[in-house]
């Protein structure tokens, strides 16, 4: 299991149309990944649960990576983290 | 425990500054949105603590309690029997949006709230009545005579021999009042031990309630005419109004303990009291008035013309009654009916205004209701054509008295009539004594009619009035939902009225990508969006700009307004539903304000993307 540490950047946090881009770079692996807000937490790889969350800028997230791909997914995750957020 | 709504409403009601604070009450799908009159009054910490009020905001000049679906509506109930507040709040809303119109269009207004819902009685009716009269009228076929004319005529006549009754019950259901006491006033109306109205002309007679003390010649004071009030319609309705405040008055003012006891006795017998004594007074002097002022006003054309005007107005009136009279004095004197060619005429003028309604209208709720009232009033059944429609869109019905009036002076200078009386229009051909001359005058009057009609009406586009109105928005700005994105698992109705794009034309790069998901974009022309199908609502976002939905086939729907609305941080939308809500297709789920967008400088596109449309194998939009 694979988990990234993010405090999220973006002025407008993890909003409707960047949390597609995440999900959609999470949905080509077959790993399952779970995002933690605070005591909340959400199947990333569902943008509506994801945009549920309402993750906004400064708010520490904590992500979850299970599955035989996770090392990829992982990897792939945190670039497109970095890119956007 | 369940909660206690009456205790929930009571506490509400005890720390907004009581019920004179409160300028209006509504409530939408978890909300109790109330309308203060001084915030200084609001004990906001207290009501914060009430046991049932989940939190509390502000929000368009509106206090705001969230209280949770299907709790809402009753302590919502609670609040206004404590209150005494009037039930309907689309009503309330739509009334406060009427106020801004002029006098004599919010005096309309009621009368097409009571009507509009009591047409399929009278228009039922109405149609039978044409038929069976026009066949009891055919010379030769003897049918009036058969029993099966007698049992046809009394299923034809019902709902307008007790039309009081129909009438008294929409009334108190559109001013708020009881319904089963608005039903006690309207059958208290035409009791059987009153003369029945139609044949008032034959005397009747009058309870002294206080002796004679008289007022005029013919009336004395808290004098009571034994006359029921058979086909009226105004009286009735003011009658009712008077009830509903009555009731209303007491509600406030008797101790609940007593309630029960006191307020609907004292109700009914004060509207009775006032009603045959005052109301009902007043009407039987202005008919008698008319009577006479129309007996005159035969005698030339250009009196023939005024009386095709005003014809309908009597009508709405309820003055009408005693026409007959004229109608039967004149085949006893000269044996020869030329009143009828005025009513004909004016009812027929209705027939063409109303028929230009139905045609014209692009609203089914509006087709529905006119094309059959016209076919009644074909019939000589104007009823549900004056009141259902031509009178509360008003042009239909001046045309309908131009087209009269012209019709009427057709009639008086060609000198055709009738040779019995009892019905007009195409019935009317079964009485008139010449068919060629009658065809011409019911070509004009309705012709005009309807050529005016058609020319001048046009129908009033609803739209959304402002903030407050938003509930009545909701409800009158609906629009035909139609599909926007299909896939096997199901179909995604258009969230939005407007005019629908391609997902590449959407102006973002992520959205148009389709990266998201199969979609496309809306260009708003409203500012409400609808559940496009049934589902649940499984997010809004914080900045409230955009809602995720699941629905059936496990599709998950992202509706987003506007591009980088984000940004707005939720200035200028407001979401009606929560986390977690189930909507029904059609439900209103988010309000949003195109100028707060327009001023925020972002496009108003509304996005729908299935966001799940990988998992489906064929997805069209």
């Known amino acids: 299991m694979k988990e990234i540490e993010f405090t999220v950047n973006d002025p407008n946090g993890i909003h409707a149309r960047p949390a597609g881009i995440l999900v959609k770079a999470l949905k080509v692996f077959n790993s399952k990944v779970t995002i933690y807000k605070g005591d909340k937490n959400a199947d990333m790889k569902k ?7 309402g993750v906004k800028q400064g708010d520490s997230i904590k992500i979850q990576i299970e599955g035989d791909d996770e090392e990829a997914c992982a990897a792939e995750l945190e670039k497109a983290l970095n890119d956007n957020f | 425990m369940a909660l206690d709504y009456r205790k929930c409403a009571q506490e509400i009601v005890d720390h907004i500054g009581g019920r004179d604070n409160v300028a209006q009450a509504a409530h939408c799908a978890t909300r109790l949105r109330l309308v203060i009159k001084d915030n200084s009054k609001v004990d906001k910490e207290y009501l914060d603590n009430v046991e049932g009020v989940k939190g509390m905001f502000e929000s368009n000049g509106q206090l705001q309690l969230i209280i949770g679906t299907g709790t809402v509506n009753k302590v919502y109930d609670e609040f206004l029997s404590i209150t005494g507040m009037t039930a309907a709040t689309k009503d309330d809303v739509k009334a406060a949006a009427a106020a801004k119109q002029p006098l004599w269009k919010q005096l309309l207004k009621p009368i097409g709230d009571v009507f509009v819902p009591i047409l399929p009685a009278i228009v039922a009716s109405g149609l039978m009545m044409g038929l069976v009269e026009a066949l009891g009228k055919i010379p030769g076929l003897n049918f009036a005579g058969t029993d099966w004319y007698a049992f046809l005529d009394m299923v034809a006549n019902t709902a307008f021999a007790y039309l009081p009754v129909i009438v008294a019950i929409s009334a108190a259901r559109v001013f708020g009042g009881n319904i089963f006491l608005g039903a006690v006033i309207g059958l208290l109306m035409i009791h059987s031990a009153l003369t029945n109205g139609w044949n008032a002309a034959a005397g009747y007679e009058v309870w002294y309630l206080f002796g004679h003390i008289r007022i005029t010649e013919s009336y004395s004071l808290f004098q009571i005419n034994q006359l029921g009030y058979q086909g009226h319609v105004i009286p009735v309705i003011i009658a009712v109004l008077l009830m509903s405040n009555v009731e209303k008055w007491f509600h406030k003012h008797v101790p609940e303990m007593l309630d029960l006891f006191v307020t609907p006795l004292c109700t009914v017998l004060i509207t009775a009291l006032v009603t045959f004594t005052i109301i009902g007074p007043i009407f039987s002097g202005l008919e008698t008035m008319v009577l006479n002022g129309a007996q005159i006003l035969v005698k030339n054309p250009l009196g023939a013309m005024v009386m095709g005007a005003i014809y309908p107005v009597t009508v709405v009136m309820g003055l009408h009654h005693m026409y007959n009279v004229i109608e039967a004095g004149m085949l006893s004197s000269v044996g020869l009916n030329t ?35 016209a076919l009644s009033a074909a019939l000589g059944i104007t009823e549900p054509a004056i009141f259902g429609v031509n009178l509360r869109f008003y042009k239909p019905f001046v045309a309908g008295m131009v087209g009269g009036a012209i019709g009427s002076i057709f ?5 055709i009539g009738a040779t019995a009386y009892g019905v007009t229009g195409i019935p009317g051909y079964l009485t008139i004594n010449n068919a060629g001359v009658y065809t011409v005058l019911l070509l004009v009057s309705g012709g005009i009619a309807f050529a005016g009609t058609w020319t001048f009406w046009k129908e009033e586009v609803k739209k959304p009035v402002n903030k407050p109105a938003d509930e009545a928005a ?68 914080e900045s409230k700009h955009a809602i995720g939905l699941s629905g059936p086939g496990d599709m998950e729907v992202l509706i987003h307004v506007g591009v980088d609305t984000v940004a707005m941080n939720g200035e200028g939308f407001e979401p009606l539903v929560e986390d977690g809500e189930k909507v029904k297709m059609g439900q209103p789920i988010l309000k949003f304000s195109k100028a707060a967008i327009k001023a925020a400088d972002h496009p108003d596109v509304v996005v729908v993307i299935l966001t799940n449309s990988d998992d489906y194998n064929e997805v069209s939009v």
């Open chain 1, 47 to 53: 943008l509506l649960a994801l945009m549920g969350l």
């Open chain 2, 339 to 373: 009143w009828m060619p005025i009513a004909s005429a004016a009812n027929f003028a209705q027939f063409g205004a109303c028929l230009a309604v139905g045609l014209k209208s692009q609203s089914n709720k509006t087709k529905v209701i006119a094309v059959p009232s």
């Open chain 2, 411 to 415: 009639g008086a200078i060609t000198g």
């Open chain 2, 474 to 541: 909701a409800e009158t700005g609906k629009f035909e939902q139609k599909p926007v994105i299909t896939c096997e698992a199901g179909t995604i109705l258009a969230p939005v009225k407007g005019n629908v794009i391609p997902q590449d034309k959407i102006p973002d790069e992520t959205f148009a990508s389709g990266v998201l998901g199969a979609g496309v974009g809306i260009e708003p022309e409203d500012e409400t969006i609808y559940a496009p199908f049934d589902g649940e609502v499984s997010s809004v976002a």
